[in-house]
């Protein structure tokens, strides 16, 4: 399988791939299993057919500390966003849009990128448009069931849309590929659980935490501590010295961090995972076989995090608390009543697992190999 893609037509220059994608875990992590697929394809070839693939994104998102980890480039482009912004804020981020555009013209010519892939976010924008406009093949990942402005502003411009979820394919029309939310392949290697007291709840506002959640999760530790539990709670950074200031008054066993780096490592400890419902979110919950209390966050554009969690709900591997209802007691007594059932934890993981598409990255992997022989 190993770029079988390009080998297949005879190609003999390397494969260089530019993946836009910033801002948060949502649009970095998918593009980074894609490319982590592409690079264990590639992996061994001599340099006459090795596969490249760099980053562009911003300097203050997630994508600044998770991509030089995973050992890729990144290459920083000036970038901000117009939607939900007015006054001088969106005047000012006006203002950047001819920066951003001649940084990200001029990093496609020094890197010259036979695909160039975006994940949303502020970054993506720009790239994508400058690719389109160099007449690069372009291809867009699109995670959730209703696609965010970006990703809507940038279909008559791409060449393939590669899909979450068979919802957003009306905005596509053609471009459409449905080929699910690529994840990691860590996730899919977690083993099944085997739930027995002590039980670990996993905690995750998000990359950048919820300031909502960490409240109720305060608000619920006197009701948690005596009861046994273990929990491993991701803040935020903004919100870290709050939330550990707190689990250092009480009595319960919590780990907390700022960010959680490994998050696999993390699901494999979990019996139950307490997060919002971000399509990324929910694609590892799904590839890990993971129980979930989901709590969409209300201001997510179109309110595509609830329509999200409902969807789990239904499929029977998750149960959704809607913030509006979210307080210490509400979020206690649903961690309760969950892990007090462990046969039905049993059966959420099992049903999640049921949902995943472990071949998502490689499909994708498969579209960009595709592209790049017909680019030659």
């Known amino acids: 399988m190993k770029g079988e893609g390009v080998r297949s037509r005879g190609r003999l220059a390397p494969l260089r791939v530019l993946m836009a994608a910033g801002g948060t875990g949502g649009h970095v992590f998918p593009a980074l299993a894609v490319a982590e697929e592409l690079r264990s ?23 600044s500390r998770v991509i030089p980890k995973a050992g890729f480039s990144l290459h920083i482009v000036t970038a901000a966003g117009l939607k939900g912004i007015g006054g001088f804020k969106k005047v000012r981020n006006v203002l950047v849009l001819p920066l951003s555009f001649w940084e990200a013209g001029s990093l496609l010519r020094q890197i010259k990128p036979q695909v160039v892939v975006g994940v949303g976010g502020y970054v993506a924008g720009p790239v ?17 069931a209703r696609p965010g402005f970006t990703n809507r502003a940038l279909a008559p411009f791409i060449r393939i849309a590669a899909l979450g979820f ?19 392949s860590a996730f899919s290697r977690i083993a099944p659980r085997e739930h027995v007291p002590p039980f670990t709840v996993l905690i995750l506002g998000g990359s950048q935490g919820a300031m909502a959640l960490n409240s109720a999760v305060i608000e619920a530790l006197p009701l948690f501590a005596g009861g046994g ?18 689990y250092q008054e009480s009595s319960v066993r919590g780990e907390v961090h700022p960010f959680i780096d490994d998050v696999p490592q993390a699901l494999d400890r979990a019996d139950l995972v307490v ?25 997510a554009a179109d309110n595509h995090q609830l329509i999200n969690a409902l969807a789990l709900e239904r499929e029977g591997t998750a149960r959704v608390l809607e913030q509006r209802r979210l307080t210490g007691e509400t979020l206690f007594e649903e961690v309760r009543a969950l892990l007090r059932q462990p046969e039905l934890l049993t059966g959420m993981d099992r049903r999640a697992r049921g949902l995943a598409h472990p071949g998502a990255a490689g499909e994708i992997a498969d579209l960009i190999e595709e592209m790049a022989n017909h680019a030659g």
């Open 41 to 63: 394809r590639w992996a061994g070839e001599p340099s006459s057919a090795a596969c490249t693939v760099e980053f562009a994104g911003t300097a203050r998102g997630i994508e």
């Open 128 to 144: 994508m448009l400058e690719a389109s406009l160099a007449r690069i093949p372009t291809l867009l990942i699109e995670p959730n």
């Open 166 to 184: 068979k919802e957003a394919a009306p905005f596509y029309g053609r471009k459409a590929r449905i080929t699910g939310h690529p994840v990691r």
């Open 229 to 246: 539990f273990r929990i491993i709670h991701q803040a935020g950074e903004r919100d870290y010295a709050r939330v550990r200031q707190a």
């Open 275 to 299: 997060c919002r419902a971000g399509a990324s979110t929910v694609a590892e919950l799904m590839a890990a076989g993971r129980a979930s209390l989901l709590i969409p966050f209300p201001a």
